[in-house]
T-cell receptor
Framework: AQSVAQPEDQVNVAEGNPLTVKCTYSVSGNPYLFWYVQYPNRGLQFLLKYITGDNLVKGSYGFEAEFNKSQTSFHLKKPSALVSDSALYFCAVRDDNYGQNFVFGPGTRLSVLP | NAGVTQTPKFQVLKTGQSMTLQCAQDMNHNSMYWYRQDPGMGLRLIYYSASEGTTDKGEVPNGYNVSRLNKREFSLRLESAAPSQTSVYFC???????????FGPGTRLTVT
């Protein structure tokens, strides 16, 4: 079975500082990994994905994530946080053994303080 | 393009009532999905449709039925609503890049 863990319910960071939102996963086959962001009262928006290739993937709004197969992690990072980055972030995985069944983590609320 | 639209935005039902949540996309996408979002649990897949005419169960299908009416529309039906189905429901679609899902704005459903 596939699963996703986001060990932090909440991450607080000062504006201008680097941010990291953590994600670990478990799959039986090859993982396809994703990050989505949700602003209040809105649907989810795609940020970035790892399918294959370079372990460091770059996405929207200056976000990037690093795939680490040995640690089964896919942490989201940004060098300099903005107040407008405050939102709920979801990590998701799709196992290539399970068709189009996406599994989402519980979400991490990011607060960027001015 | 409107993207993915959902109706209604809000709904309150009594236990045992039925209703259908509607979803439509105008991006000519093949795949469509229904999720529910509960606090602290992220999104859980209820059903998905990889193409017109096909549907498959996700993680939490019990108590729900779906219909892929045509390529544009994918509806979710609650035959006999229960308080445990109180949630926010999201519809999503994906096209040629099946890994990129576009989400609708959600339907907030309360069952009393």
């Amino acid at each position: 079975a596939q699963s996703v863990a986001q060990p932090e319910d909440q991450v607080n960071v000062a504006e201008g500082n680097p941010l990291t939102v953590k994600c670990t996963y478990s799959v039986s086959g090859n993982p396809y990994l994703f990050w989505y962001v949700q602003y209040p009262n809105r649907g989810l928006q795609f940020l970035l994905k790892y399918i294959t290739g370079d372990n460091l993937v770059k996405g929207s709004y200056g976000f990037e994530a690093e795939f680490n197969k040995s640690q089964t992690s896919f942490h989201l990072k940004k060098p300099s946080a903005l107040v407008s980055d405050s939102a709920l972030y979801f990590c998701a995985v799709r196992d290539d053994n399970y068709g189009q069944n996406f599994v989402f983590g519980p979400g991490t609320r990011l607060s960027v303080l001015p | 393009n409107a993207g993915v639209t959902q109706t209604p935005k809000f709904q309150v039902l009594k236990t045992g009532q039925s209703m259908t949540l509607q979803c439509a996309q105008d991006m000519n996408h093949n795949s469509m999905y229904w999720y529910r979002q509960d606090p602290g649990m992220g999104l859980r897949l209820i059903y998905y449709s990889a193409s017109e005419g096909t549907t498959d169960k996700g993680e939490v299908p019990n108590g729900y039925n779906v219909s892929r009416l045509n390529k544009r529309e994918f509806s979710l039906r609650l035959e006999s609503a229960a308080p445990s189905q109180t949630s926010v429901y999201f519809c999503a679609s994906s096209g040629r890049d099946v890994f990129l899902q576009y989400f609708g704005p959600g339907t907030r459903l309360t069952v009393t």
